[in-house]
């Protein structure tokens, strides 16, 4: 088979598989595990070591390893001796041993994953380990934990706060936490984290917690190794007998376990975790429509020397880390010094810092230790964006998620430029991961300024990440719906994004249908194997299943549009992916058509959240919807027969839950619009909606079955409104009747009219306005009312016509000869049945005639546009018309039976019947009444207990009839007294009709016969040979007392008691469902002809002719459907609007009243209260801390000055015979000359005292700034060297010539050349190139160059042996003859700057000195004309850019186009 015709069967099949429910393919436990083995070996490596060679200080190897765990090709012979061990040459790779489930034991047998990997092993091979091996989802959040790997103390409340924020970060994030993975230090404390949130929660999501540890030091690996792996492998944690090995912590749920091929050596796993954290953070973040990498931050507790490196590189990295003040040693020395002055912090302040938070280690410190840390917590606190510290007696929000949050927040404002996109990314981190209370606080702040058109996309990850509380944000500050979704292809876009639901599985099915009828259409038979590569869905297809969820009477919501948007089907994932656009044939929208002029975009948004089932969203949509009461209808429509399709049980509950709240809402609604003003509320429930089919809100609630929104006393005013027709609705009824018999009387005002009624409110209106003028003598009033249509009063004609067309009229009427037709029914049955029709009957069969086409104009009487098949289902449905039916059948069978001879009887007989069919029927004239309606309900559940309680009766009746005949006759073959004596008589025992038969006493001979000939007499019972009954009376009797007892007094009682719960149970909703009913009677009566049956033929022959013979449209009524002017239309919904605005903030009230939200308040507050006593408790132990560290820098300082003083006075030779101590040898290096410095205020070089020297190896001496200055001692200074070559000897001079330069800056850490070319100043010359340019606006530009090896746009520079020399790189750049025209100019031009700049390449010994010069060219010169034409002609190598601080340069030419701006005044 080919390639073209396997795919479209590929297609079809995945089609197929997306339109059916999805369920993922389940595999068998075994063959996955072999192919998660299969991988593991392919992918994962260990090392060993393949070279035994005795360590000198014991038997070990010197991997570490004993002999025994070597393999035996690794021994060799004790007098080998070819060669030595080296780690390089004798530790190898090969597959891993160690992998699989691994199990703690103990309460709720704790489960993790674990893998013993190499060093070497590739951080994508790992990632890819943790996502598709280990499936777990990819992080929104990267916490890397780090800190004190040994005993670890943290206070009550700090380790309470750093659990709970830990927690509920990675919880509400997704994060993935990072920890060393063993039972010690912190990676303890974040496991007891990890298990208290498993214990209190009952959520089923997992907090991830990965441990990365060194497999050479896991205390009982033995148990994890296994070649085909463990599942699982039980592991014993024994922290006593772990010796200086380490155990694995039981609550972490992931492991590496890096393994180097050696034992016991603490570190292996760094480098590897530090790979595959920023393997980590260099993927995507996993929310839609976005690029954003995932970020990682540091958190840190407590902590040694190994801790602050790791901090150190972390910055180096831009990675954001936060310090938690109180956990111990370094955590505590950075939060001290954090926020200061780096001049305040010096060498002696880290040393009492070091001495006062590491105890006794402090005296293990080396000077050169000091100095090197001193210099790297200088660093450190230089980067406060990316340094955060939590102090728990400061910080108000009180746990650490927060902190963790703002400090990404911070680096991230900081990393981009300045401007939208900054702010672009923070919203998009927010949104994955989920954290509006940080959006709120740190994004959408005064500083932020937002376009509508910005927010689009966050919109759009919000919406399909189903993020509600971030929509309602959004919409909050600024994002316009209209503006989202003025392009269809948003929507088609969020559809395409569907998550996987009942309602994408059912638009699947359709759109599979539809592409099939179609291709079958155009293509016939052959389209089956000429099929394109996929299939399409649009707009028009979500329309249709919609007009199906709503119903056929509804017309489409989205109109065929001109374009159809494409989806290919996926498998894997039921939404939809693979967008595209083709032309379609079908004719566009209608101009004219208002659902489209008028489209509401919150209803599309409405729309797309109901057919998920996401309440969330949906409550944020529904209240941007202009036509709100329609769409809760609507939505109560769409949720109730999704319900009712689905196969979901709990899915369909959760779709009727919020179907009930829609229906709710719509009450709410209404009611507010009913109270403020009844009669508008009576026309929203009619009015036609464009938005949603053109139906309106009362067919919605009826069809979606919302008994409690047609229950309303507002719609039920409409319905009794309608009921009446133009008859006032306070007509008391003896009046309506005694004026249908002689209605004459309505001339007189017997009868009130609506119209009437009307005109009389109007005056009422208008007299009381003309009082209050007249009162305050103004006529604004006057002026400001519109003049309205003035009603006439109904004609003579025209209010018989009403009266007679009243639906209460044509009820009653048809009544009144309902009993007329019952009266001439019967006396046809018991007086005039003849066996030749009399008058009398003639007439019955007409009349019942009239009652045929009555009924079967009710069937096809459409005025709603159900369609024949749900108008037949509706009719069926009601039990009234199946009595009709049945009665009329019956009537049609009697009659054929009367007129034929032999059936005469019978026919008689069927009509009888028949006859109590049609009384039954008569019931239905109590359903108008509010006192008898609601009881007929009751009746009818009443019926269907009796219905299931004869089933129960049944089984007694028949066991003892059936065991009373057998004991009493013997052989009775008569079927009709076999059944009287088996069912009758027992059911006649029930109400106390007891047989005489079964007592000795009251058996007569004469009532029965002896062998059964007797038809008129039962069989006697078994008789002995006087004659006497044989049957053993105390049997009988017991049996009887029995059935008595149970079937008489149980039985009866217990249907007592059903009949009394169902009427109590049903009693509170029969008004409401008696409400509900009551519409379909007064439509009926509504479109029902005036005249009564039989006159009613008449009627029927007028409708039949105007509908078939004269073809007219039916007749409108207005009443149940009426459509409204585009005026008054959007003036009745900017009404409603307001009226659900007011329901809102009522509902809303009503909330936060309520006694559980109080409760709720009120454990806030107390919490809160009890968190600011502990707070303040140890704030209080705080500042007395602080306050003694106060005192003794004083003394520190005055110690210092004393010392000062006797140095000074040593000098001028007052007490040379003293000598100096170390320690004040130290403070002459530091104290005066450091206060020398800051009273100076000078500011110290940076980068060129960075740790690693640019491009090299080489290691730059740590210079802290106080020993930047050549004047202060530093007596172990010893720098790096990085000499180039010939370097050792100066023009001919000895290495001693390096001293001659001296960098002006300072010290660098670093000796000799290094990266530049000469020993001493190198001179670099920056050319700023500026013009005036009059765009949209007129700005200040500056010609960049590109820079290949950078890969960025920057200011050309380039090394001069002069200042008056411009850069050769600008010629090459430019071509020499533009270059000489500029450098003709340069003389001209403007020293910006010129002097020593802080660069990394700096030494003690070279230096790199800058000259900014600005030439400002003027926008008419002829050098201006042929630079814009090289501008042109060099594809992007020269640009113009607008002199800006959002220019991504270096911060030196940063700073160099901040002084250019300046010099021109503009704004930077």
């Known amino acids: 088979m080919g390639e073209a015709e396997s795919s479209p069967r590929l297609v079809h099949s995945v089609a197929l598989g997306t339109a059916m429910p999805s369920k993922s393919l389940s595999l068998s436990p075994s063959f996955q595990r072999y192919t998660y083995t299969y991988w593991v070996k392919e992918n994962i490596s260990k090392k060993e070591c393949c070279f035994f060679e005795k360590d000198i200080r014991g038997d070990a190897c010197k991997c570490g390893y004993s002999k025994n765990q070597h393999s035996e090709d690794a021994i060799k012979s004790e007098d080998y001796s070819g060669e030595t061990w080296s780690r390089h040459r004798h530790i190898r790779q090969a597959p891993t041993d160690a992998f699989g489930d691994i199990s703690f034991g103990g309460v709720g047998q704790k489960m993790g994953k674990y893998a013993r990997v190499s060093t070497d092993t590739s951080p994508e091979v790992l990632y890819r380990l943790l996502t598709e091996q280990w499936k777990l989802s990819p992080p ?291 949104i994955g991961w989920n954290r509006v209370d940080i959006a709120e606080t740190e994004i959408f702040t005064e500083e932020s300024q937002w376009k509508s058109s910005d927010l689009h996309g966050a919109m759009f990850s919000a919406l399909v990440s189903n993020r509600p509380q971030f929509v309602s944000l959004l919409l909050e500050n600024g994002v316009s719906l209209w503006d989202f979704l003025q392009d269809e292809e948003t929507l088609s876009k969020l559809y395409k994004q569907l998550p996987s639901c009942f309602f994408l599985s059912k638009l699947a099915k359709r759109v599979h249908s539809t592409y099939r009828s179609r291709r079958r259409r155009v293509f016939g038979i052959r389209a089956r194997t000429r099929r394109t590569q996929g299939e399409t869905i649009s707009l028009t297809c979500v329309s249709d299943e919609v007009r199906h969820l ?59 959240a109901i057919v998920q089932n996401n309440k969330g969203l949906a409550e944020i949509a529904w209240e941007q919807c202009r036509d709100c009461m329609t769409a809760a209808l609507a939505a109560s429509k769409i949720l109730k027969t999704m319900a009712e399709e689905g196969s979901d049980a709990d899915e369909g509950a959760a779709m009727l839950q919020l179907a009930d709240h829609y229906e709710r809402q719509a009450i709410g609604v209404f009611s507010e619009c009913h109270v403020n003003d009844g009669e508008r509320a009576q026309k929203l429930l009619v009015r036609v909606s464009h938005s949603w089919g053109k139906t309106t ?206 059936l005469f009887y019978a026919g008689k007989v069927i009509l009888c019947i028949d006859f109590v069919v049609f009384c039954l029927r008569l019931m239905a004239i109590f359903t108008i009444s509010r006192t008898l309606g609601p009881k007929i309900i009751i009746v009818r559940r009443m019926m269907m207990d009796l219905f299931f309680f004869m089933f129960l009766l049944s089984i007694w009746v028949v066991a003892y009839g059936v065991a009373k005949q057998g004991i009493l006759i013997h052989n ?164 409603e609007a307001l009226m659900k605005d007011v329901y809102l903030q009522s509902a809303q009230q009503e909330q936060s009243q309520s006694v559980e939200r109080r409760i709720l308040d009120t454990a806030q507050k107390v919490t ?128 001693e010539a390096l001293d001659n330069y001296r960098n002006p800056g300072g010290r660098t850490g670093v000796r000799g050349r290094g990266a530049l070319s000469r020993l001493g100043p190198n001179l670099s010359v920056e050319v700023v190139l500026t013009r005036w340019q009059d765009r949209e606006r007129f700005v200040l530009e500056y010609l960049a160059v590109w820079d290949d090896a950078r890969r960025t746009l920057e200011i050309p520079e380039g090394w001069v042996d002069a200042a008056h020399q411009l850069p050769t790189t600008l010629k090459r750049t430019m071509g020499e003859k533009l270059y000489e025209k500029i450098n003709a100019l340069a003389p001209k031009g403007t020293k910006v700057f010129e002097g020593y700049v802080d660069d990394c390449r700096n030494t003690d010994n070279a230096w790199v000195e800058t000259l900014v010069l600005n030439i400002h060219l003027s926008r008419t010169s002829e050098l201006m004309m042929d630079i814009n034409n090289m501008v042109l002609s060099s594809h992007g190598a020269l640009q113009w850019q607008e002199v800006s601080g959002k220019a991504r340069l270096s911060s030196n030419q940063r700073e160099s186009l901040r002084k250019v701006a300046a010099l021109h005044n503009w704004k930077f």
């Open 1168 to 1295: 809160s209260i009890n968190d600011r006593l502990e707070r303040e408790e140890e704030t209080v132990s705080a500042a007395m801390a602080t306050r003694l560290a106060r005192l003794e820098e004083q003394v520190m300082h005055s110690t210092n000055a004393l010392q000062w003083i006797m140095e000074s006075l040593k000098s001028q030779g007052f007490s040379a015979k003293e000598t100096q101590t170390p320690a004040s040898a130290a403070a002459d290096e530091t104290s005066d000359p450091l206060r020398s410095m800051a009273e100076k205020e000078m500011s110290f070089h940076v980068k060129c005292r960075q740790v690693h020297y640019p491009n090299t190896r080489v290691t730059r001496f740590p210079v802290p700034e106080e020993k930047v200055p050549w004047e202060v001692g530093f007596s172990l200074y010893m720098p790096s060297d990085a000499s180039g070559d010939g370097d050792e000897h100066v023009d001919g001079s000895e290495p």
């Open 697 to 902: 809100c009362l067919r919605l609630a009826l069809e979606a079955d919302d008994k409690n929104f047609v229950a309303q006393s507002g719609v039920q005013a409409l319905l009794t409104q309608i009921w009446c027709g133009e008859l006032s609705v306070d007509n008391p009824v003896w009046r309506v009747l005694l004026c249908m018999v002689f209605f004459p009387l309505i001339y007189t005002g017997f009868l009130v009219f609506r119209r009437d009624e009307l005109i009389h409110k109007d005056a009422a209106k208008n007299e009381e306005m003309k009082t209050v003028e007249s009162v305050t003598g103004s006529t604004l009033r006057t002026s400001a009312r519109v003049p309205l249509q003035r009603l006439k009063p109904l004609g003579r004609w025209a209010k018989l016509v009403c009266l007679y067309k009243s639906p209460q009229v044509k009820f009653y009427g048809n009544i009144v000869f309902y009993f007329a037709f019952l009266f001439l029914f019967s006396v046809v049955l018991m007086i005039d049945f003849q066996d030749t029709p009399s008058a009398g009957e003639l007439l019955l069969y007409v009349w019942l005639f009239s009652l045929v086409c009555e009924e079967v104009r009710q069937l096809f009487h459409d005025p709603d546009g159900f369609g024949f098949r749900k108008k037949a289902k509706m009719y069926i449905n009601e039990m009234w018309n199946i009595l009709d039916v049945l009665s009329i059948i019956l009537f049609v069978i009697g009659l054929a039976f009367r007129l034929t001879s032999g």
């Open 550 to 608: 709503l119903g056929n009477f509804t017309q489409h919501l989205y109109p065929p549009p001109t374009t159809t948007y494409h989806f290919n089907m996926s498998l894997d994932d039921t939404s939809v992916s693979a967008l595209s656009k083709i032309d379609s044939d079908s004719p566009p929208p209608i101009g004219e058509d208002r659902a489209q002029a008028q489209r509401d975009p919150g209803r599309d948004l409405f729309l797309w």
């Open 972 to 1135: 009775d073959n008569r079927l009709d007294w076999i059944v009287r004596g088996a069912v009758y008589e027992p059911y006649r025992i029930i109400f106390g009709d007891f047989p005489t038969n079964i007592d000795y006493a009251a058996f007569e001979i004469d009532s029965c016969t002896m062998d059964g000939t007797d038809p008129l007499k039962p069989k006697c019972p078994v008789l002995n040979e006087n004659n006497t009954p044989a049957f053993p009376e105390w049997l009988t009797i017991i049996m009887l007392c029995v059935y008595l007892l149970f079937a008489n007094i149980l039985l009866l009682n217990l249907l007592i008691a059903i009949f009394n719960f169902t009427f109590e149970e049903v009693q509170d909703n029969t008004d409401r469902i008696w409400k509900f009913q009551r519409y379909e009677l007064i439509k009926e009566y509504h479109s029902r002809p005036a005249a009564p049956p039989p006159f009613i033929i008449f009627s029927h022959l007028y409708l039949f002719i105007r509908a078939v013979v004269l073809r007219k449209p039916p007749i409108v009524y207005r009443e149940f459907k009426n459509e409204l002017s585009q005026i008054e239309d959007e003036e009745l919904l900017s009404w």
């Open 140 to 430: 929104n959040l990267l916490i890397s934990v780090t800190g004190g790997a040994k005993n670890l103390y943290l206070k009550t409340r700090l380790k309470k706060t750093f659990h709970r924020g830990l927690i509920k970060v990675a919880q509400t994030t997704g994060a993935w936490i990072i920890t060393g993975g063993t039972h010690t230090g912190v990676m303890k404390h974040v496991g007891q984290a990890v298990r208290d949130y498993a214990l209190s929660s009952s959520m089923h999501s997992q907090i991830v917690a990965i441990g990365v540890a060194t497999w050479g030091v896991i205390h009982n690996r033995e148990a994890l190794v296994h070649p085909e792996g463990c599942f699982p492998t039980h592991y014993l944690m024994d922290t006593k007998g772990q010796g200086r090995l380490s155990c694995l912590d039981n609550n972490h749920t992931h492991f590496l376990l890096v393994d180097d091929g050696t034992h016991g050596n603490y570190g292996v796993e760094i480098e590897l975790r530090s790979h595959l954290e920023k393997c980590i953070s260099g993927k995507r973040l996993e929310i839609k429509e976005s690029d954003v990498t995932i970020p990682v931050v540091c958190v840190v507790l407590d902590g040694g020397p190994g801790t602050l490196n790791t901090i150190y590189n972390a910055m180096l990295n831009g990675t954001p880390c936060v310090i938690l003040e109180g956990s111990g040693r370094i955590a505590d020395v950075i939060a001290q010094v954090s926020g200061m002055d780096i001049s305040r912090v010096t060498i002696s302040l880290i040393h009492r810092l070091m001495k006062k938070f590491f105890g006794q280690e402090y005296e293990n410190f080396a000077e050169l230790k000091i100095i090197e840390w001193t210099k790297k917590i200088q660093d450190i606190i230089r980067k406060p964006h990316l340094l955060t510290v939590f102090r728990v007696s400061q910080d108000s929000h009180g746990d650490v998620d927060v902190a963790i949050l703002q400090a990404l927040l911070k680096a991230s404002r900081h990393i981009e430029s300045l401007g939208v996109e900054s702010w672009k990314r923070q919203l998009e981190l927010a």
